[in-house]
């Protein structure tokens, strides 16, 4: 499967952005999926995931009530809505696959993944 993150952008705190990842090959459902996200020189962290064959989902407690992971069939792509951002939200996002079990159990571990879209920035503003 192949990822295309989009939908990255500059923003005010308080402000919303929608990502989006855009899978090829294969449908997104048949893999766990997740969002992680970067600041330089830090470790990549989970921020959500979902298991599309439980309906499982799961978030970073720094996101939960925020942020919301969904997904369109008809549009392969997965989504990462969030809403009051604030200044420690900005990173570089990244969309995630994981294979097997995954589809039923969220993944939160960047080794559990398989497959990477290329990242897009989020950058919030005081």
């Known amino acids: 499967v192949q990822l295309q993150a989009s939908g990255g952008g500059l923003v005010q705190a308080g402000g919303s952005l929608r990502l989006s990842c855009v899978t090829s090959g294969r449908t997104f459902s048949s893999y766990g999926m997740g969002w992680f996200r970067q600041t330089p020189g830090k470790v990549r962290e989970f921020v959500a995931g979902?298991?599309?064959?439980?309906?499982?989902?799961s978030y970073a407690d720094s996101v939960k009530g925020r942020f919301t992971i969904s997904g369109d069939n008809a549009k392969n792509t997965v989504y990462l809505q969030m809403n009051s951002l604030n200044v420690e939200d900005t990173a570089v996002y990244y969309c995630?696959?994981?294979?097997?079990?995954?589809?039923?159990?969220?993944?939160?571990?960047?080794?559990?993944?398989?497959?990477w879209g290329q990242g897009t920035l989020v950058t919030v503003s005081s």
């Open positions: 979902s298991a599309w064959g439980s309906g499982m989902t």
């Open positions: 995630a696959a994981a294979s097997g079990s995954a589809r039923y159990w969220v993944r939160t571990l960047q080794s559990d993944y398989d497959y």
